[in-house]
Antibody, heavy 121, light 110 residues
Framework: QVQLQESGPGLVKPSETLSLTCTVS??????????WGWIRQPPGKGLEWIGN???????YYSPSLMSRVTISVDTSTNQFSLRLSSVTAADTAVYYC?????????????WGQGTLVTVSS | QTVVTQEPSFSVSPGGTVTLTCGLS?????????PSWYQQTPGQTPRTLIY???TRSSGVPDRFSGSILGNKAALTITGAQADDESDYYC??????????FGGGTKLTVL
């Protein structure tokens, strides 16, 4: 059973960089069948796609966040990471990592539990 | 920028049938967008219901079904139950590794 677990600071100051890591267990991140992605949900609002990464390092970002987002992968530790720069209160959200299946239709088949990140001084 | 549209809210009576839709601000949704649907109850992680237009995820009851209706993707719930009261999100795959969420539909069962 594949599991994904987010980790990182729950509080980030405005203008600083938010950094989160997703640890994948029960399966290899080095699979050609999947993307690995980040999704967020501000309190009381809808889900927003942030971006995906392929195990080779190819990245795909939401146009609205592209200028501030970096997603990276470390196949040796079976982890991938999110960095979001110059954060404001609008970046306060629950951040989910997820596995996106590339075969049988592009869709999320596994979600992390999510981690709340609050942007505040 | 592409906007994926969903009804903000919908209500259905217990035992009734409801169809939620997922459209594009410009253009038509087809199977090429691999529409998928996710259910989320407050405070919970989303659950994958439907992918590739009409394939049910493992463990999803067959009263949930997906289709293309006209120029939109659709999620139909037949025989609605109280615990179907949730937020429902569609996702469209835009190609080149990019996916976009709709704004979500809040479904009330009453």
């Amino acid at each position: 059973q594949v599991q994904l677990q987010e980790s990182g600071p729950g509080l980030v100051k405005p203008s600083e960089t938010l950094s989160l890591t997703c640890t994948v267990s029960g399966g290899s991140i080095r699979s050609s069948s999947y993307y690995w992605g980040w999704i967020r949900q501000p309190p009381g609002k809808g889900l927003e796609w942030i971006g995906n990464i392929y195990y080779s390092g190819s990245t795909y970002y939401s146009p609205s966040l592209m200028s501030r987002v970096t997603i990276s992968v470390d196949t040796s530790t079976n982890q991938f990471s999110l960095r979001l720069s110059s954060v404001t209160a609008a970046d306060t959200a629950v951040y989910y990592c997820a596995r996106l299946a590339r075969t049988g239709g592009y869709h999320i088949d596994y979600w992390g539990q999510g981690t709340l990140v609050t942007v505040s001084s | 920028q592409t906007v994926v549209t969903q009804e903000p809210s919908f209500s259905v009576s217990p035992g009734g049938t409801v169809t939620l839709t997922c459209g594009l601000s410009s253009g038509s949704v087809s199977t090429s967008y691999y529409p998928s649907w996710y259910q989320q109850t407050p405070g919970q992680t989303p659950r994958t219901l439907i992918y590739s237009t009409n394939t049910r995820s493992s463990g999803v009851p067959d009263r949930f079904s997906g289709s293309i209706l006209g120029n939109k993707a659709a999620l139909t719930i037949t025989g609605a139950q109280a615990d179907d009261e949730s937020d429902y999100y569609c996702v469209l795959y835009m190609g080149s590794g990019i996916s976009v969420f709709g704004g979500g539909t809040k479904l009330t069962v009453l």
